[in-house]
């Protein structure tokens, strides 16, 4: 694992990799009406925020004991006091401007740090499982990057082993486009790739799975 160093304040500030692979997790600040604004929509603003913390739940649940280095990203700002476990995750914030500059400027910051195989995923999908992720990451033996594309036309998984520009740029973020415009970029830029099984994100009120709802 990699070694947390603490600033002044406690507040951790940066890793001494000692693994290969990170696993890069993008939250929104659970604000509310700020989470699930679609979902909020139909469901009102208090109960799309609990389903948004039910989210965020699951998410720790099935990352916190991943054998890789682990990263959060928040939208806003870093809750040092919230229930993402210090020792366990990084805490950065977003930097960067539409959805796709922000996760290039992740995965920079993950390759600047010397990490090999970097995977981003995000905090709306309930599928999601800790098994799906580590199949990502022994993919990275085989294949240059993996894919898991959700059947609202995005992903809630991409995979890395170099970061290439293309993959951020001229896409219309949040849309059913995303995924099948990444696929095409992959299929022109030539790199080996391999996709994962769809899974569903959760979005609206007819994505919500039994174990979601309030």
């Given at each position: 694992m990699c070694t947390i160093e603490y600033g002044v304040s406690g507040s951790n500030k940066g890793l001494r990799c000692?693994?290969?692979g990170l696993l890069l997790v993008f939250v929104k600040n659970p604000v509310l009406g700020r989470v699930k604004t679609r979902l909020?929509?139909?469901?009102?603003?208090?109960?799309?925020?609990?389903?948004?913390?039910?989210?965020?739940?699951?998410?720790?649940?099935i990352t916190k004991k991943l054998p890789v280095d682990?990263?959060?990203?928040?939208?806003?700002?870093?809750?040092?006091?919230?229930?993402w476990d210090n020792s366990t995750y990084l805490k950065k914030v977003q930097s960067g401007g539409d959805l796709g500059l922000r996760m290039k400027e992740a995965f920079q910051w993950g390759f600047r740090r010397g990490y090999k195989e970097i995977c981003i995923i995000g905090?709306?999908?309930?599928?999601?499982?800790?098994?799906?992720?580590?199949?990502?990451?022994?993919?990275?033996?085989i294949k240059d990057v993996v894919f898991g594309p959700s059947n609202d036309?995005?992903?809630?998984?991409?995979?890395?082993?170099?970061l290439r520009d293309e993959?951020?740029?001229?896409?219309?973020?949040?849309?059913?486009?995303?995924?099948?415009?990444?696929?095409?970029?992959?299929?022109?830029?030539g790199l080996n790739y391999q996709t994962l099984e769809p899974l569903n994100d959760v979005d609206t009120e007819e994505d919500l799975p039994e174990a979601v709802k309030l």
């Open positions: 000692m693994t290969n909020a929509a139909t469901v009102g603003d208090e109960l799309a925020l609990e389903i948004y913390l039910k989210l965020l739940h699951h998410t720790r649940e682990k990263a959060v990203f928040y939208s806003d700002f870093v809750d040092e006091n919230d229930s905090s709306d999908c309930y599928e999601l499982t800790p098994e799906i992720i580590m199949t990502a990451f022994r993919l990275f033996k036309g995005g992903y809630y998984l991409l995979g890395l082993k170099e993959l951020f740029q001229n896409k219309k973020w949040s849309t059913d486009s995303v995924a099948a415009d990444t696929l095409n970029d992959l299929k022109k830029i």
